[in-house]
Nanobody
Framework: QLQLVESGGGLVQPGGSLRLSCAAS????????IGWFRQAPGKEREGVSC????????KYEDTVKGRFSISRDNAKNTVYLQMNSLKPEDTGIYYCAALRGTLCSVQLDTNFNYWGQGTQVTVSS
């Protein structure tokens, strides 16, 4: 069974950067599109970005466009989310999710096959 493990979260000052990783084990990730989601305290989970299985399609939620960049290295079985110019409103738990196939989706009602356990990102001075 595919397992997803997020890493790279932490505490960063506003304007800083973090790179999150979503690593897969047991199954090759190149058959899966990956979505990144986040959940702030007291708020619903929301989609942030996604990348298709080939890497040819990417999407970003409006508030992160121009600041976040998603990429994948299928040889390392890992997807990355580079987050720059971080703001306090980016604070939350970040999750990656895998969807078998080519669809790039940041919609929560998409039937993702697997979810990671999340990594905390805190943007604060």
């Amino acid at each position: 069974q595919l397992q997803l493990v997020e890493s790279g979260g932490g505490l960063v000052q506003p304007g800083g950067s973090l790179r999150l990783s979503c690593a897969a084990s047991k199954i090759a990730l190149d058959n899966y599109s990956i979505g990144w989601f986040r959940q702030a305290p007291g708020k619903e989970r929301e989609g942030v970005s996604c990348i298709s299985s080939s890497g040819g399609t990417t999407k970003y939620e409006d508030t992160v466009k121009g600041r976040f960049s998603i990429s994948r290295d299928n040889a390392k079985n890992t997807v990355y989310l580079q987050m720059n110019s971080l703001k306090p409103e980016d604070t939350g738990i970040y999750y990656c999710a895998a969807l078998r196939g080519t669809l790039c989706s940041v919609q929560l009602d998409t039937n993702f096959n697997y979810w990671g356990q999340g990594t905390q990102v805190t943007v604060s001075s």
